[in-house]
């Protein structure tokens, strides 16, 4: 949500936010100022859109707060972590550990099966051994309905299925905050209501914070919290009906 | 199992024939390199090996004098020109071998000395007459600073070592002759004196000029045939680590004042030719590896190229810039361990069937079947060309592709 209309809300639930966050795209007469002071909030439990039309800057915000992209100005906080001064190893890092992405095109390896695409950010990791890892991912995989498609190669799936096996892939380090790029966009309308079900009901149980890019109007009032993007800037936030 | 060579190991069989056809140019460049290596090698040591058995590491033969001008010298009226060295005064042979003989074993690195007092004599069989060159050799002394032994073809040391008038010759020499073991030969030293000799046994060293220009006797008997009852005309000097050879010969000649040559200078010519045809073929055959190397960067750059989505994703997992790198290099790297110990074996199998093939050359050298030296250092060179080759090869791809910005390409996906 944005600031203005959080500031009641403890650091705790707040597992990441940026504040006054500039950037700029491109180099001299091509330079776009793509992000204009965003400031946001997500709060652990809930699913934020933004929503706002093609170029407004929605995906650019994505991307700097899931530390894929360095802002020109401003702050990104994870945790209670600020990351400026963090090294862009030190960023992968924490990137690996807490942050999940989902894109609409699902990005799966076709070198690997379902299982072994949701354990590559596991073995970034190297918490687990080999087994556990194994043992996740099929539990991943379980959860997003995939339990009998565990060793099926990811080209062999559907594109519904390669989306849900994109959000396991995301799940996989247990991550405090999910980003999700038009994760429906790609997908029939049944199976973007499974994917948009599936999400929020992971972020129900596991009190993850999910921000997600949408064009999609209905996606969008299902949402918690409805950010609206124009111009670089964030000009409105609402509630949405899951609240 | 390091993450980057566990996508790596998925990756490779990404393009498979065009990576199975550089793995292939691979392993021959590395065959072909430690079979053409071992072949020139083969026939170098052969040489060497020829070199040091017939006149050993170092050969100690005439003496010399250095002359000096004074100090200062006045030439011309006004002039003044300062002392230097002038060429040598040399004194054929060595007039006391026993002394010499015995300061030269005083170093550690020399295991063994002979004294040879070489000349020339008329070799006269019931066929025909001709000159040849003879060697007095003290048998006990030469057979451990040669390898005379290990050169008969034909009869036995034992014989000649209890005939004082025993003679062994060449297998060419012997053969021009006609004359074979337990013939009786004539022998017509400097005073035209006709003195009979027994042919105990025929040596063959691979080298046709000694085979054919060469016999040995009794150092007695040469000394009387030769008309020199004392002294000798050369030591032969056998060496622990022939390789050291040149820096002892420099400090015997300053020593004994006796002229002193290693091998590698008595060879000088040779040892260059067999060096440049070494190189050269180490050069060509490098070339394959390189081509290799050059369809390896090939491979790898399109790799990077087609999987530039799969590596934005990877960066968004969390996997770092070097990681990405690794992918790469970690292919490389398997490309050059496979292609190397492959490439090791089939050099191994091509070096055997070559040291199989029969050849009849007869000259410089004489063989009878192709010469390999078998060496680690080859399948270390070889495999280290490799490495290298490959590792540039995978590292300007692998970098390209660690420093591609992961949110250009998301950008450019259709989001």
């Not at chain 2, 008038?165 to 060419?172: A, H, N, P, R, T």
């Not at chain 2, 030769?226 to 050291?244: A, E, N």
């Not at chain 2, 590896?289 to 050059?294: E, N, P, S």
Request: charged residues 20%; proline residues 3%.
């Amino acid at each position: 949500m944005s600031m203005n209309a959080t500031a009641s809300v403890s650091s705790a639930d707040v597992p990441l936010q940026c504040n006054d966050i500039q950037r700029y795209l491109g180099e001299a007469e091509s330079r776009v100022h793509v992000l204009r002071g965003v400031s946001l909030q997500l709060q652990s439990g809930c699913v934020h859109a933004i929503v706002g039309p093609s170029g407004c800057g929605k995906s650019s915000l994505l991307y700097v707060m899931g530390l894929l992209d360095r802002p020109d100005g401003g702050r990104i906080t994870l945790g209670s972590e600020a990351v400026e001064g963090l090294t862009d190893d030190q960023v992968s890092r924490r990137r690996n550990e807490h942050i999940g992405f989902v894109f609409q095109f699902h990005f799966l390896m076709h070198e690997f099966t379902a299982q072994e695409n949701v354990m590559i950010p596991m073995r970034r990791l190297g918490r687990l051994n080999t087994r556990e890892m194994q043992e996740r991912a099929a539990m991943l995989l379980e959860m997003v309905g995939l339990g009998d498609k565990v060793r099926r190669n990811s080209q062999h799936l559907s594109g519904g299925e390669q989306q849900r096996v994109a959000i396991a892939r995301s799940l996989a380090n247990d991550p405090r905050v999910l980003l999700a790029d038009e994760p429906t966009g790609n997908l029939d309308t049944a199976n973007s209501e499974r994917v948009f079900h599936l999400l929020t009901e992971l972020v129900r149980r596991q009190r993850k914070a999910l921000l997600l890019v949408t064009h999609n109007p209905q996606v969008a009032e299902a949402s918690d919290w409805i950010h609206e993007m124009k111009d670089g800037q964030l000009i409105a936030c609402t509630a949405g009906r899951l609240r | 199992m390091p993450p980057p060579l566990y996508i790596a190991m998925r990756f490779i069989g990404y393009r498979k024939k065009a990576i199975l056809l550089s793995l292939t140019g691979v392993i021959l460049g590395v065959a072909f390199y430690i079979c053409a290596q071992a072949q020139t090698q083969g026939f170098e040591r052969f040489f060497i090996k020829g070199a040091l058995g017939t006149s050993g590491a170092i050969v100690i033969g005439n003496r010399f004098q250095t002359l000096h001008t004074d100090i200062l010298d006045r030439g011309a009226p006004g002039m003044l020109s300062i002392g230097h060295e002038k060429p040598r005064k040399f004194y054929e042979g060595i007039n006391d071998p026993e002394r010499i003989m015995r300061v030269v074993n005083e170093f550690s690195n020399v295991a063994t000395c002979a004294p040879v007092l070489e000349g020339s004599a008329a070799l006269a069989t019931d066929f025909r007459q001709e000159v040849f060159r003879v060697q007095g050799i003290d048998l006990t002394l030469h057979l451990k600073a040669s390898t005379l032994r290990e050169q008969i073809v034909n009869g036995s040391i034992e014989d000649f070592q209890v005939k004082p008038f025993g003679l062994i010759l060449g297998y060419e020499l012997a053969d021009k002759m006609r004359t074979r073991v337990g013939h009786d030969v004539g022998l017509i030293g400097l005073d035209g004196e006709h003195r009979t000799f027994r042919v105990c046994a025929v040596f063959q060293t691979g080298n046709l000029f000694i085979d054919e220009k060469y016999g040995y006797v009794h150092l007695k008997a040469a000394q009387s045939l030769l008309q020199r009852p004392y002294g000798v005309s050369h030591l032969m000097v056998k060496l622990r680590d022939p390789s050291r050879a040149p820096a002892l010969a420099t400090h015997l000649e300053q020593l004994l004042q006796h002229r002193a040559r290693s091998w590698q200078d008595r060879e000088r010519g040779s040892l260059q030719i067999f060096n440049l045809i070494r190189i050269s073929a180490a050069i060509t055959v490098s070339t394959i590896i390189l081509l290799a190397g050059f369809g390896i960067f090939n491979i790898l750059t399109l790799m990077v190229m087609d999987k530039v989505r799969e590596i934005a994703v990877l960066r968004s997992m969390g996997y770092r810039r070097a990681d990405i790198s690794a992918i790469f290099l970690w292919q490389g790297f398997l490309v050059a361990l496979i292609g190397s110990l492959l490439g090791c074996v089939l050099g191994a199998a091509l070096t055997y069937g070559v040291s199989q093939i029969p050849v009849d050359i007869k000259g410089f050298l004489s063989t009878k079947r192709f010469l390999v030296h078998w060496s680690g250092t080859d399948y270390l060179t070889a495999t280290a060309i490799a490495f290298v080759a490959i590792f540039l090869a995978s590292y300007f791809p692998s970098r390209r592709a660690a420093r591609l910005a992961p949110v250009d390409i998301l950008r450019g996906s259709g989001q």
